[in-house]
């Protein structure tokens, strides 16, 4: 006879599961012995599960399959939240495999017990108690179709006694996962093709959403002049060998980005649920093209909405919209982008704060003389792998990497773009790893995000995973700073009182280097890359970095100086 975790363990891995996230204990320990027994399936486990989370998402998002993490009853089971939380807002496919206390107690206030169900009611797609040994192979299939169907998050709690119970008869779980294209509707396709025939200078927004239609999408911008608008996210997919693209918008954004979105007379929004309204032109037509209706016209006003898949809708724009050979309004974008990469070009360059206008820059932004996180990504961006797959903190680190990092060759990336978290990159990196651990991972690591989960380094040096983490060690939430900075307040409670990082990962057993002379970074970075196993590049960074928005506006600047008034008196007080 089959249990109830054997019957699990078999299925995640017939499914293509290769390893499975988490803290053993007590409920679910049929689960992990059986995970013990199951030669194809690798069991990781990590010092915190919100750590088994983001790695089990990360690993969902770079192979399109399912990710699996488990939490034992109560604390381990809410120590996931979080790594599920990003997991759904970026679609990846998670299966969270949660403990329970005994049937019998269940519902007494037992010792941890949490209501699981209520506890993952919104980040969950599916959740279910499995309370019989019979409904398994039907709710497990449902979970794993749930969570591919969204694609998002399922939940299935096991409580402490099933795990070992047998399966009646000869069981087998059938999971069916294929996903139908969803052809757009001619009508809205005609009328899109009007509007954008109507329009003399076009800009497109592309998104994720726009993965699998990376040769439609260039097509069309080509057929239409019309500069591209990357998010984050497209980054990854658009940005290689793409002579339409001009960066991203937003707070990691630059100029040219506002300045196309500006003088454009129609907005294409293909695959993005780009969640800053206030970046985006107003008043002027907007067509949206996204495989989810809900999607469509809930950051802008949209003018018409196209549901569907969006290589085939582009397919079917292409044959309908006229050319626009005017390449005024491309190339006005293409050169204001080329600019402004070459004045970020100059900050790396190790000379930069020795001529005059570095010098007087460093009086004012780096009085320390310390490392300036810019060189420090470029360095990496050199360096690193033309098939690595990257991380990025939450909060600078992001800024750093979408600035400084091309995604050439095979290059993947991840972070947690739509759900903002700290502490994402290391065990997203984790996860990354364990895929392949001949591919090169490096972890953009904030030095604030790392300290939040820096247990889960153990994580690296005991299961062999060769992460490089780079960290950005400039003793600030560095993004937190510049918010309270742009709204006019003096820096508070954002200063971190850091040990020696890289002394820290000797003692957990990686090897660890620290860089504080910029003529010694470069060097550095590259002897961390070439290195085998798990390696901590702790470099010390600018605090004072200031990376504005490209829309920055007078009242931002106004709010910089003043805060940095403030910040004066401040300190001059504490002196008297």
């Known amino acids: 006879m089959t249990t109830v975790a054997e019957l699990i363990v078999t299925a995640l891995a017939d499914q293509g599961v290769r390893s499975v996230w988490g803290v053993v204990g007590d409920a679910l320990n049929p689960v992990t012995d059986a995970i013990r027994r199951e030669e194809r399936l690798e069991w990781i486990g990590t010092r915190h599960e919100e750590a088994a989370a983001f790695a089990a998402g990360a690993q969902a998002q770079l192979t399109g399959t399912l990710g699996v993490c488990m939490g034992t009853v109560g604390p381990g089971s809410i120590h996931l939240l979080n790594g599920l939380y990003d997991a759904k807002k970026s679609h990846a496919p998670v299966l969270a495999i949660c403990g329970q206390v005994p049937l019998a107690e269940a519902g007494s206030d037992y010792f941890q017990e949490v209501d699981n169900d209520a506890l993952f009611a919104d980040v969950a797609a599916y959740r279910h108690t499995v309370t019989s040994p019979a409904q398994l192979p039907r709710v497990l299939a449902q979970a794993v179709q749930a969570a591919y169907a969204r694609p998002g998050v399922a939940v299935l709690t096991l409580p402490g006694d099933v795990g070992a119970m047998s399966v009646p008869g000869d069981a087998g779980v059938r999971i069916h996962v294929r996903r139908p294209l969803l052809v757009p509707d001619e009508a809205d396709v005609a009328e899109a093709a009007r ?295 003096p820096e508070f409670g954002t200063e971190l009182a850091n040990p020696d990082l890289a002394a820290v990962a000797q003692a957990l057993g990686l090897t660890g280097i620290r860089v504080e002379d910029p003529a010694a970074l470069d060097a550095a970075v590259a002897e961390a890359l070439a290195l085998d196993g798990p390696v901590l590049l702790d470099v010390l960074t600018n605090p004072e970095e200031i990376a504005l928005p490209p829309k920055a506006t007078a009242a931002d600047a106004w709010g910089f100086a003043i805060a940095k008034l403030k910040e004066g008196l401040v300190s001059n007080g504490e002196k008297d």
């Open 195 to 489: 509007l954008i025939d109507e329009a003399e200078k076009v800009t497109m927004l592309v998104g994720t959403g726009a993965r699998a239609a990376r040769a439609e999408v260039l097509e069309l911008a080509g057929h239409l002049s019309a500069p591209m608008v990357l998010t984050l996210k497209a980054k990854e997919i658009l940005e290689q060998d793409n002579p339409y693209q001009i960066g991203q918008s937003g707070l990691i954004g630059n100029p040219s980005t506002r300045e196309a979105f500006a003088a454009a007379d129609l907005l294409l929004m293909v695959g993005t649920d780009f969640p800053y309204p206030q970046w985006l032109p107003e008043g002027v037509p907007t067509v949206q093209i996204d495989l989810r209706a809900e999607h469509l016209g809930r950051r802008v006003p949209v003018d018409v909405g196209v549901v569907g898949d969006a290589g085939t809708a582009l397919s079917a724009l292409r044959g309908r919209v006229a050319a626009k050979t005017d390449r005024a309004h491309l190339d006005r974008a293409r050169a204001s982008y080329a600019s402004w990469q070459e004045r970020q070009r100059r900050l790396v360059d190790p000379k930069h704060d020795q001529g005059l206008v570095g010098r007087i820059r460093s009086r004012l932004d780096n009085t320390e003389a310390r490392i300036r996180p810019e060189a420090l990504a470029a360095a990496v961006d050199a360096h690193a792998a033309e098939d690595a797959v990257f991380t990025s903190d939450t909060g600078m680190s992001t800024v750093w990497f979408s600035r400084f990092v091309t995604m050439r060759g095979t290059r993947r990336m991840l972070g947690s773009y739509n759900l903002g978290s700290m502490a994402n990159a290391m065990p997203q990196a984790l996860g990354a790893a364990a895929l392949d651990r001949g591919r090169q991972v490096v972890a953009f690591c904030g030095d604030g995000g790392l300290t939040m989960l820096l247990g889960d380094l153990i994580t690296a040096v005991a299961y062999r995973l060769p992460v490089k983490f780079v960290v950005f060690d400039n003793g600030r939430l560095g993004m937190v700073k510049l918010e309270q900075e742009q709204g006019g307040l």
